[in-house]
T-cell receptor
Framework: NAGVTQTPKFQVLKTGQSMTLQCAQD?????MSWYRQDPGMGLRLIHY???????DQGEVPNGYNVSRSTTEDFPLRLLSAAPSQTSVYFC?????????????FGPGTRLTVL | SQQGEEDPQALSIQEGENATMNCSYK?????LQWYRQNSGRGLVHLIL?????REKHSGRLRVTLDTSKKSSSLLITASRAADTASYFC???????????FGAGTRLFVKA
């Protein structure tokens, strides 16, 4: 198993550009989530999904969209990038709905918005 | 969902010493998990303790849970330089399904 994979590893955007961060897992996990981590800070939950077709907002959802058309994939879309979205983004998955079991994290995507 | 608050924010010890980190939370929980994050990497699950457990061990890790005080502690015995990392607790609220992380404890183990 590859576990949780994220692409790209690094990305630089200009203010106003849009892009999609990819996340995929091959463990057939129902629960997937996106976090952002700013320097020296903890993780903040952006969006999460408890299964294909079901998504919900976390702590800091503004400026981000998600969809879950398959169990495996959970892309995060930045609609119009802003410097405040400069951060490291982590995707995670878990076997059962939300945090009951261990969360498995991807390696992260480092995003810089100029 | 609820967030755990770790204490202290930072901890610096010598190799071989024990490191203790604490976590407090606000409401009743199903379980509480501890994660480790090495610099620049994703979080790695360390240990899960359920609400009906008081203590759990895994190698050099010992976790306690006191539901009456709504607190947990993580003890790393005989620390090593490789234990240098940030440590996060993640309490799962009863009936909840989101995992919210706090700011973590940054542990630095000096060789």
């Amino acid at each position: 198993n590859a576990g949780v994979t994220q692409t790209p590893k690094f990305q630089v955007l200009k203010t106003g550009q849009s892009m999609t961060l990819q996340c995929a897992q091959d463990m057939n996990h129902e629960y997937m989530s996106w976090y952002r981590q700013d320097p020296g800070m903890g993780l903040r939950l952006i969006h999460y999904s408890v299964g294909a077709g079901i998504t919900d907002q976390g702590e800091v959802p503004n400026g981000y969209n998600v969809s879950r058309s398959t169990t495996e994939d959970f892309p995060l879309r930045l609609l119009s990038a802003a410097p405040s979205q400069t951060s490291v983004y982590f995707c995670a998955s878990s076997p059962r709905t939300g945090g009951t079991d261990t969360q498995y994290f991807g390696p992260g995507t480092r995003l810089t918005v100029l | 969902s609820q967030q755990g608050e770790e204490d202290p924010q930072a901890l610096s010890i010598q190799e071989g010493e024990n490191a203790t980190m604490n976590c407090s939370y606000k409401t009743s929980i199903n379980n509480l998990q501890w994660y480790r994050q090495n610099s620049g990497r994703g979080l790695v699950h360390l240990i899960l303790i359920r609400s009906n457990e008081r203590e759990k061990h895994s190698g050099r890790l010992r976790v306690t849970l006191d539901t009456s005080k709504k607190s947990s502690s993580l003890l790393i015995t005989a620390s090593r330089a490789a234990d240098t990392a940030s440590y996060f607790c993640a309490p799962l609220q009863t009936g909840g399904f989101k995992t919210i992380f706090g700011a973590g404890t940054r542990l630095f183990v000096k060789a």
